[in-house]
């Protein structure tokens, strides 16, 4: 994965896996898998020991995020039941850990062939045109202060370079004047030579008709009462930034059938007013595949949304005392949350006051408040997303639109809920299918071509690494979750286990060798 691209990390790697393989026993069969967001095969379990070597020599750093569950899973599924052990070569990358509902038999056994990586790294983040140039925001995962050059990029043509000045554990943003930026390919690179490789450049694609668009429901239409959303949304024009129309909660119904039509995300912040047909155009909204935002603040009665979305929307919420809280993601891992890599700056936001909400069985909870309640509910219709947030985002309830977090979530969450209406607009390395989708940058997918971004996970990009020991208490944690499995699995290949009595190794390599698995497995 992306966080094996540290000076010389890779190569120990490969040196320590092909070592590992020399020493096994001649009466062992060996098999080689990689790993990445996926584990696949490399060499079949056999006594082989040249082709399992050869195909370790093979292997090339790739830029996948980390995922030690689906690993472990999949080498476990490779012994086929019989007892073994797996090693797994990795830097122990701490984030790699993930949910999973199956796990490692307990006559399989894990060790772990620890290779030191980075212990500083240095990161961008995020590029996107921003009025007349572009922004990037670069992270700094050192503890200490660090200087670098960050160099812009447009269609690979070369614009101004500009330096930024990161605190121990800071961000901050480059920015670079040019124009207007209407279209193209947006880069923005950095030449950090300590840490890893692969999180070095950020792409964007711009396309002028990828602005989306977001109508507002107000309780009166007056601007102060959506004045923190549309100053949010204000701040990115043209391509990649948002289109924006305020409409009080009254006047929906009688809203022009072109700018409904036009919009991706209808956002919520008020309901006084709204009357049976602008209930019906609300649900059909849903019903057509787009997204919705429904804020629990003071201005939006949960009772009007429950009449108006009955059979399409289930998750609601009721009043409660007010008391101060702060919330944190529940699912780091969410593209909401993309941004943030954990709680980070959204645990500044305070709350005076929030809604509790009643999630329905199908609804994902996404975020939590302090005291455990969700905070932030995602309900999925008819192919269409819906966010339940618990609070307002108007600065009544909570300090959210005065912080630095909340500009990111709100962009976040609104591109989220567009993005099965109006095509997202940027990938992480192995969401989509293909070798061209496993190298950062600029892919054509679907039938029209059109361009996305491809990006590494920005999680990877955090150096800092689990214990030993907290590595083997997941593996326990697995073998628990594997106990009810494990005996009608051994009754299964009870037959085949008379062809293996002598021992089996299976090496698991956190390589993640994308490209090339894409060239030999596709």
């Known amino acids: 994965p992306a966080n094996m691209s540290g000076p010389g990390q890779f190569e120990r790697a490969r040196d320590r896996a092909a070592a590992r393989v020399r020493a096994t026993p001649s009466a062992d069969a060996v098999a080689v898998m990689s790993f990445a967001l996926t584990a696949n095969p490399i060499a079949p379990l056999s006594q082989d020991r040249g082709g399992a070597i050869a195909a370790i020599a093979q292997l090339q750093p790739g830029s996948g995020a980390t995922r030690y569950r689906a690993a472990l899973q999949r080498a476990a599924q490779e012994l086929g039941g019989r007892p073994g052990r797996i090693f797994v070569v990795t830097d122990l990358q701490q984030r790699g850990w993930d949910a999973a509902d199956s796990g490692v038999p307990e006559d399989v056994s894990v060790v772990v062939e620890e290779i030191e990586g980075p212990t500083a790294n240095v990161a961008v983040t995020a590029v996107r ?13 050192s503890s200490g202060a660090v200087t670098e050059q960050v160099v812009f990029a447009l269609d690979g043509r070369r614009l101004d370079p500009m330096a930024v000045t990161l605190s121990p554990g800071g ?18 690179s950095i030449d950090d030579r300590e840490g890893f490789r692969a999180d070095n450049v950020r792409y964007a694609v711009l396309d002028p008709a990828s602005a989306v668009s977001v109508v507002v429901l107000t309780a009166s239409g007056r601007p102060s009462e959506s004045l923190y959303v549309q100053r949010a949304l204000g701040t990115i024009d043209g391509a990649g930034g948002f289109r924006f129309k305020a409409v009080g909660a009254s006047a929906f119904a009688s809203l022009d059938a072109a700018t409904l039509a036009d919009a991706d995300v209808i956002a919520v912040l008020g309901t006084r007013g709204l009357d049976q047909q602008g209930r019906q155009r609300l649900a059909e909204f849903v019903r057509s595949g787009r997204g919705v935002l429904l804020t629990a603040g003071p201005d939006v009665e949960p009772a009007v949304l429950r009449q108006a979305l009955t059979g399409v929307v289930t998750t609601s919420w009721r009043e409660r005392d007010a008391g101060q809280l702060s919330f944190a993601p529940d699912d780091a891992r ?14 500044n936001v305070t709350f005076t006051r929030a809604a509790l909400i009643e999630p329905s069985r199908s609804a994902n909870v996404i975020a939590r408040y302090t005291d455990g309640t969700p905070a932030l509910v995602e309900e999925r219709e008819s192919g269409s997303r819906v966010l339940v947030f618990g609070s307002d ?56 071509g059109r361009r996305v971004a491809i990006n590494i996970d920005t999680r990877e990009a955090d150096p800092r690494r689990m214990t030993l020991d907290a590595f083997q208490s997941g593996i326990s944690h697995l073998h628990t979750r594997a106990e009810q499995q494990a005996a009608a699995e051994a009754r299964q290949q009870e037959d085949q286990q008379s062809l293996w009595r002598y021992g089996l190794l299976l090496m698991v390599f956190s390589l993640a060798a994308e490209g090339l698995l894409g060239r030999r497995l596709g």
């Open 129 to 141: 045109p921003d009025g007349d140039g572009a922004v990037a925001v670069v992270q700094n995962y």
């Open 171 to 188: 961000n901050a943003e480059a920015r670079v004047t040019t124009g207007a930026l209407e279209s193209g390919v947006l880069s923005a």
């Open 334 to 347: 969410h593209p909401v949350f993309r941004l943030f890599g954990g709680a980070g700056a959204l645990g």
């Open 393 to 448: 985002l108007n600065h009544r309830w909570n300090d959210f639109p005065l912080q630095p977090a909340f500009l990111p979530f709100v962009h976040e969450a609104l591109r989220y809920l567009a993005s099965p209406h109006d095509g997202r607009g940027e990938y992480v390395v192995g969401e989509l299918a293909g070798p061209t989708a496993l190298t950062p940058g600029a892919v054509a997918i679907g039938s029209s």
